[in-house]
C-alpha cells in the first residue's frame, strides 16, 4: 500500500503515462484529462503576482512527526452502499483521540489525487499525526477527519500507472459529487457522534482533491461551510461555474482556503480562483509557500487550514 500511496510523485507517473494513449473528452473542470494535456500543465511556466505570498510562517519541526508525548487519535474503515457507483465503498476514517460517542464531533472530509485513494492522507501526508499534534496543543478543535475514496467508479483502485492521467480515471472524480453528498455524508452521520450541522462540516482536499473540494463545497453550500483547496488540479471548474453567487458565498463561508507551492506548475488554476474571489469581494485565505506539487505543501497546509476550522 505504501508504495502505491507514493505513487503520487506524479514526475514518475507521467513518464509511464506519456507512453499511453488515450482519447481527450472534458472532465468536470475545462480541460480535457489526458498524459500529453497533465504533462504540458504541470510545465507551464509560473508566473507570481505580487500578492502569490505566504500567508503563514512555516510550521514548526516536528509538526508531522509523531511524538511520545502525544496521545494518537485512531483510524478505522467505514463501509458504506454508494448507490452511484452500485457497490460497497471504503472510507478511511480518524476519530480524534478521546472519541466519545456522548459528545458530537465537526467533520472535515479530506480529498485525496488523481492517482490515490482513501489511503493516500494518512500514508504520504500523515494526516492523522498532523491532527494528533495540533489537538494535543490545543490548536484545533477535536474532530472527525473523513478520507475517502475520490474515484466514484465501481473499480475504484488507483489505476495502473498509465492510467492515470485518462478520462476514464477523471470522470470518476466528477462522478464523486453525488456519491459524497447522497451517500457517504449520511453512513457517516449514521455511524459516528458527528454533528449534523453545515457549520460543523468542512471539505478540503489536495490536487485532484483540491479541484473537487472547490468544486463541490461551492456549489453545496447548505452541506459546507468550510472549503479548502490545495494545489487545485485542472479538475477545478472556471470562475463564473464555481461562483455562481457571490452573495451567497460572501454569506454561508465560514472558511475559504486556496494553497499552492510556487514551484508547482498548476499554480494558474489557483491563481485563477484567487483572483476571481479578489473580484468578487469573496474573503479567502491565499497561502502560497515555496514546495512543488508535493507532500510538503500538503501537509503544511493541512498544519494551517486545521486551525483554522470550526471556531
Ligand atoms: C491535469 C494535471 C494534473 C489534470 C489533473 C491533474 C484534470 C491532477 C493531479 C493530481 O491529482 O495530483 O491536467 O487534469
Known amino acids: 500500500m505504501a508504495d502505491r500511496v507514493r505513487m503520487h510523485t506524479v514526475g514518475a507517473l507521467l513518464c509511464i503515462a506519456l507512453l499511453a494513449a488515450a482519447t481527450a473528452s472534458p472532465a468536470q473542470g475545462s480541460d480535457p484529462v ?9 510545465a507551464r511556466p509560473v508566473l507570481l503576482a505580487p500578492d502569490d505570498l505566504r ?5 514548526p519541526a516536528g509538526f508531522a512527526d509523531m511524538q511520545p508525548s502525544v496521545a494518537p487519535g485512531r483510524i478505522e474503515t467505514l463501509s458504506y452502499d454508494s448507490g452511484i457507483t452500485g457497490t460497497r465503498r471504503s472510507a478511511s476514517v480518524y476519530l480524534p483521540p478521546g472519541y466519545s460517542a456522548d459528545r458530537r464531533y465537526p467533520v472535515l472530509y479530506l480529498l485525496h489525487g488523481i492517482g490515490g485513494n482513501q489511503d493516500e492522507w494518512r500514508g504520504y501526508v500523515r494526516a492523522h499525526t498532523i491532527l494528533d499534534n495540533l489537538i494535543a496543543e490545543g490548536k484545533a478543535v477535536p474532530m472527525i477527519v473523513v478520507m475517502p475514496n475520490g474515484r466514484a467508479l465501481p473499480d475504484d483502485r488507483p489505476p ?23 451517500f457517504l455524508i449520511p453512513a457517516v452521520q449514521a455511524k459516528y457522534a458527528a454533528a449534523s450541522d453545515r457549520q460543523q462540516r468542512a471539505l478540503a482536499g489536495l490536487s485532484m482533491g483540491g479541484g473537487q473540494a472547490l468544486n463541490f463545497g461551492l456549489a453545496h453550500l447548505d452541506t459546507f461551510a468550510w472549503v479548502g483547496g490545495f494545489s487545485a488540479a485542472p479538475n477545478t471548474k472556471p470562475s463564473d461555474e464555481l461562483l455562481p453567487d457571490a452573495a451567497a458565498a460572501r454569506r454561508q463561508l465560514a472558511l475559504l482556503y486556496l494553497s499552492c507551492g510556487n514551484k508547482d506548475g498548476l499554480i494558474n488554476v489557483s491563481q485563477a480562483v484567487h483572483r476571481a474571489l479578489k473580484q468578487r469581494d469573496i474573503p479567502h485565505v491565499w497561502n502560497v509557500d515555496e514546495h512543488g506539487h508535493d507532500r510538503e505543501s500538503w501537509a503544511e497546509n493541512l498544519h494551517h487550514f486545521a486551525q483554522r476550522l470550526f471556531r
Open 34 to 42: 489526458t498524459p500529453e494535456r497533465a504533462r504540458d500543465n504541470f
Open 55 to 59: 500567508a503563514f510562517p512555516e510550521p
Open 160 to 182: 495502473a500507472a498509465d492510467r492515470v492521467f485518462t478520462a476514464e480515471n477523471a470522470a470518476g472524480f466528477a462522478k464523486f459529487e453525488r456519491d459524497l453528498v447522497e
